[in-house]
């Protein structure tokens, strides 16, 4: 069945929208897809306060992750959504689907045994469906058994994204207030 990925080791189901999402690294080639999502997404860039990044800054930190053997760079993939025309830009080059969001983790960041997540972002279009949360569930299983804890650094005054990380079962563990706050959850 087209765009049914279900095979997928990486693919999961989310429960709300019945959407498949495949996750898969990003390389400095998708830095033009990546900048159009973030040209969409321009509110997170507000709230912590940094200009929408050029192309060639999105470029250069692709490559910087693909340098660093503890960084990933991850693009939420998914089929067409229901009812939303999406950017053109925002078609996966390496798949039938679309991309409707990034996230970016560490390992051993930032003690050995834990993973940061430094962003995780989901196109407006396709928020508040369950997206993030399968993004977050399936991220905690590929981790769980080599990750002891999982973290999500969360910069500026970013209410929602503490809202969305709480509903997931993470706590308040790292104060580095006013630029950032951690939110921790032991994986079993
Ligand atoms: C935060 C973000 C990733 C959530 O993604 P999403 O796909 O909309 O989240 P989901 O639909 O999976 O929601 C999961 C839970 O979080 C809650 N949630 C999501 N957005 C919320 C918001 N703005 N305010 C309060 N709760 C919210 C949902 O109610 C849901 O709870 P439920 O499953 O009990 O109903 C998304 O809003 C985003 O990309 N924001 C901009 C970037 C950002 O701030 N990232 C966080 C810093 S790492």
Redesign the pocket.
């Known amino acids: 069945m087209p765009g049914d990925s279900t095979s997928e080791p990486a693919a999961v189901r989310s429960q709300?929208l019945d959407l498949v999402l495949s996750m898969r690294t990003a390389t400095p080639a998708d830095s033009a897809v990546v900048h159009a999502l973030y040209e969409h997404?321009p509110?997170?860039f507000d709230?912590i306060s940094i200009p929408l990044p050029t192309t060639d800054e999105v470029a250069t930190e692709l490559a910087a992750a693909a340098r660093d053997e503890r960084r990933v760079i991850e693009l939420v993939c998914a089929p067409e959504l229901t009812g939303v025309e999406l950017d053109p830009r925002l078609r996966d080059r390496d798949g039938p689907g679309w991309v409707v969001?990034y996230l970016d983790y560490k390992l051993d960041y930032p003690e050995v045994g834990d993973a940061t997540?430094?962003?995780?972002?989901?196109h407006r279009a396709?928020?508040?469906?369950?997206?993030?949360?399968?993004v977050v569930q399936q991220l905690e299983e590929r981790l769980s058994g080599r990750v002891n804890r999982l973290l999500?650094?969360?910069?500026g005054r970013?209410?929602?994204?503490r809202?969305?990380w709480e509903?997931?079962g993470y706590r308040y563990a790292i104060d580095a207030r006013p630029v950032v706050e951690w939110y921790g959850k032991t994986l079993l």
Do not use: D, K, M, T
């Open positions: 709300r997404n509110q997170y709230i969001g997540v430094n962003l995780l972002l989901i396709a928020r508040e469906r369950g997206v993030g949360r399968n999500a650094s969360i910069y970013n209410l929602a994204a809202r969305f509903g997931l």
